[in-house]
């Protein structure tokens, strides 16, 4: 599967963003799917995943009550909603494919990668 990220730019403190990445070549229903991001200096982490069943893994700590994830199957589509945002959200923001029913907060468990979109929050 090829994914492909888009809806990242720039935004102020308390707004809100939608990120959706794209799926093609194979179905998104078939692979549990996850959104990470990588802040500058900082290592990639785990932000929100979705297992092929629907079920949802605990969102990160830092974005838990404020980022919602969904999938679509109509679309092929995961979005990530962004609401109150704030400069530490700042990062590149990766969807990511893996082959298995459960959901997993490890980037190593997953085989295919989205290019990633920038975001950028300013106070």
């Known amino acids: 599967v090829q994914l492909v990220e888009s809806g990242g730019g720039s935004a102020q403190a308390g707004d809100s963003l939608r990120l959706s990445c794209a799926g093609s070549?194979?179905?998104?229903?078939?692979?549990?799917m996850g959104w990470f991001r990588q802040a500058p200096g900082k290592e990639r982490e785990f932000v929100a995943s979705?297992?092929?069943?629907?079920?949802?893994?605990p969102y990160a700590d830092a974005v838990k009550g404020r980022f919602t994830m969904s999938r679509d199957s109509a679309t092929n589509t995961i979005d990530l909603l962004m609401n109150n945002l704030r400069p530490e959200d700042t990062a590149i923001y990766f969807c990511?494919?893996?082959?298995?029913?459960?959901?997993?907060?490890?980037?190593?468990?997953?085989?295919?990668w989205g290019p990633g979109t920038q975001v950028t929050v300013s106070s």
């Open positions: 070549g194979r179905a998104i229903d078939s692979f549990t």
């Open positions: 979705i297992a092929w069943n629907g079920d949802m893994a």
């Open positions: 990511a494919a893996r082959q298995s029913p459960y959901w997993s907060v490890h980037e190593g468990g997953y085989s295919f």
